[in-house]
């Protein structure tokens, strides 16, 4: 009877053990943390019915370009009564973590997505990306540290939002007991062929860039300047301007276009 015991004994402690083994590699999940930004790979199942069924067209051939110009394209709106529409990542969130990203997109399996999180000024944004036969996602689970609650909410500190679509952009659409329902945190957009991708990154990069006219562009160096030194470094007066500009913009207390007017005015009296 004690020899019948002891064998249903250790035969319950082995089934233990090999349960929590189990269920620790179940959800074990790389993970990268630098200042300010985490990243995983998680696997779909976790991310529910609908992304479980999708298949996932990983890892998925996509330049740094082109990453950052999909950041720059989100927009979302506050559901407030002096919301308006601003964009997700603010250029220097997209400096941090656009070649993260790209390397993330470029290297994840077809049985993982990704998930991240930034922290900013107000709080983390949050959320997965992943890729289908022709569309990349972008589903957000908060935006400056607030959470999504799917419909406005009234009242002192609850203040809402949903995304914004762009032009190519879309609400996905998910099943529900009334029917297909336009999930507002989650956009979707068409993956165009690598090569055109690819070229419109590069015509987008170089329209945001400095224009310059034939007559700026000197053919040659006049030759009184080619032995002339280096221009000097920055003056400390402009870095501590351009740093205090730019933690205005951070803490939306300027918007996007106000902090590039105001940086370029520095900047032109300055240099």
């Known amino acids: 009877m004690a020899l019948m015991k002891h064998h249903l004994y250790r035969t319950f402690i082995l089934v233990l053990v090999s349960g929590l083994i189990s269920g620790c590699a179940s959800t074990k999940e790389k993970k990268l943390q630098v200042k300010g930004f985490t990243l995983s790979y998680?696997?779909?199942?976790?991310?529910?019915?609908?992304?479980?069924?999708?298949?996932?067209n990983h890892p998925?051939?996509?330049?740094?370009?082109?990453?950052?110009?999909?950041?720059?394209?989100?927009?979302?709106?506050?559901?407030?009564?002096?919301?308006?529409?601003?964009?997700?990542?603010?250029?220097?969130?997209?400096?941090?973590?656009?070649?993260?990203?790209?390397?993330?997109?470029?290297?994840?399996?077809?049985?993982?997505?990704?998930?991240?999180?930034l922290e900013t000024p107000r709080g983390a944004t949050s959320g997965d990306i992943f890729a289908s036969k022709k569309y990349i996602h972008w589903r957000f689970d908060s935006i400056k540290g607030m959470g999504f609650t799917g419909r406005a909410k009234t009242g002192w500190g609850n203040v809402n939002w949903r995304m914004v679509p762009q032009s190519g952009q879309k609400y996905q659409a998910v099943q529900k007991l009334l029917g297909p329902q336009a999930q507002e945190n989650w956009i979707f957009a068409e993956l165009q062929p690598?090569?055109?991708?690819?070229?419109?990154?590069?015509?987008?990069?170089?329209?945001?860039?400095?224009?310059?006219?034939r007559k700026e562009i000197p053919l040659r160096e006049p030759a009184n300047n080619r032995?002339?030194?280096?221009?000097?470094?920055?003056?400390?007066?402009?870095?501590?301007?351009?740093?205090?500009?730019?933690?205005?913009?951070?803490?939306?207390l300027i918007d996007e276009k106000e902090y590039d007017q105001k940086k370029k005015e520095l900047l032109d009296a300055y240099l």
């Open 60 to 117: 998925l051939k996509i330049s740094e370009a082109e990453v950052r110009n999909y950041l720059r394209s989100l927009v979302f709106e506050e559901l407030s009564l002096f919301g308006k529409k601003k964009p997700v990542f603010l250029s220097h969130d997209i400096d941090r973590i656009g070649r993260l990203l790209t390397k993330a997109i470029q290297r994840v399996s077809s049985r993982k997505i990704i998930h991240y999180e």
């Open 194 to 213: 690598t090569s055109k991708r690819q070229k419109n990154a590069r015509q987008k990069n170089f329209q945001s860039g400095p224009s310059k006219s």
């Open 42 to 56: 998680k696997d779909k199942s976790s991310a529910g019915s609908f992304v479980n069924k999708m298949q996932l």
């Open 227 to 252: 032995h002339s030194p280096q221009k000097s470094p920055p003056n400390p007066a402009l870095e501590e301007k351009l740093e205090f500009l730019k933690d205005l913009h951070e803490k939306e």
